[in-house]
């Protein structure tokens, strides 16, 4: 590994029928290495599966939080299963929202912290989608997201599970460990019941916002503080997986600068 491979931890790592990873558009960009978490221990097998031939990647299966015992909720769709219990009340409200999340099982887990399972790791990308328990999971990974770049952060508007945090307090919490929003990628809806939307394509884009995957990116004014190879990470980053042409730009400029020739 050299100081171009770019680092991506992987939090709620399985795979299901819709799963795109973001992290993969830097193949043909640059090196990287994936370090994916999941606690489900068929879905940790198909993982380590489906990337045993694939350099630099690691499966570990380990439920992240905050180090303590806590329930988890098997919901009827395995990708909606939480350590938050569903809010099905409001679910409800939805067509086709709280099937899925009905609870067909529960059993207690040995949470870890990140940064004690992961000392000392560097990590340039972190993608995270853990139905609702992001917010605890980071809170105990500071050590690694003061280094890391970009974190890909699954967010909700409205609490599809009991007691969780929602977007603003996500943003609130990023903003005081130095990083800022930069954009969406990607967003679910549902439409409230009894409404019929009738297949309009333009109409269902319409239908309130439930949840989405959210950028946070370092503060750019403090990119000239980075070391040389850090820029260059960050500027595939933004090229390879946001598309962020404006934002890659301004660390090439920072990289050429008096400060990193």
Request: glycine share 6%; hydrophobic share 40%.
């Amino acid at each position: 590994m050299n100081d171009d491979t770019i680092i991506v931890i992987d939090i709620g790592a399985a795979q299901f029928e819709s799963t795109v990873n973001t992290y993969d558009a830097l193949t043909g960009h640059a090196d990287y290495h994936v370090i994916a978490f999941e606690p489900d221990e068929e879905k940790h097998r198909e993982l380590s599966t489906a990337y045993e031939n694939k350099p630099g990647f690691k499966a570990i299966k380990a439920a992240l939080g905050d180090g303590s015992t806590q329930t988890l909720n098997i919901c009827a769709h395995p990708g909606r299963s939480s350590l938050l219990k569903p809010n099905l009340e409001l679910a409800k409200l939805f067509d086709g929202f709280a099937e899925p999340m009905a609870i067909v099982d529960t059993y207690e887990i040995d949470t870890k912290r990140l940064d004690d399972v992961l000392p000392g790791q560097r990590a340039d990308y972190i993608k995270i989608d853990t139905q609702g328990s992001e917010l605890s999971i980071l809170e105990n990974a500071q050590a690694i997201l003061e280094e890391c770049l970009v974190v890909e952060c699954e967010v909700e508007f409205i609490p599809q599970y009991q007691a969780q945090p929602l977007f603003a307090e996500i943003e609130q919490f990023f903003r005081a460990q130095g990083f800022q929003f930069h954009s969406f990628a990607g967003f679910g809806t549902h439409h409230v019941k009894p409404y019929e939307p009738g297949g309009n394509l333009e109409e269902s884009r319409r239908e309130g916002w439930i949840w989405a995957d959210a950028f946070f990116i370092k503060d750019p004014l403090g990119w000239s503080d980075l070391p040389a190879p850090k820029l260059r990470r960050l500027a595939t980053i933004l090229t390879a997986c946001m598309k962020a042409h404006d934002y890659a730009a301004f660390a090439e400029q920072v990289l050429q600068s008096d400060g990193h020739k």
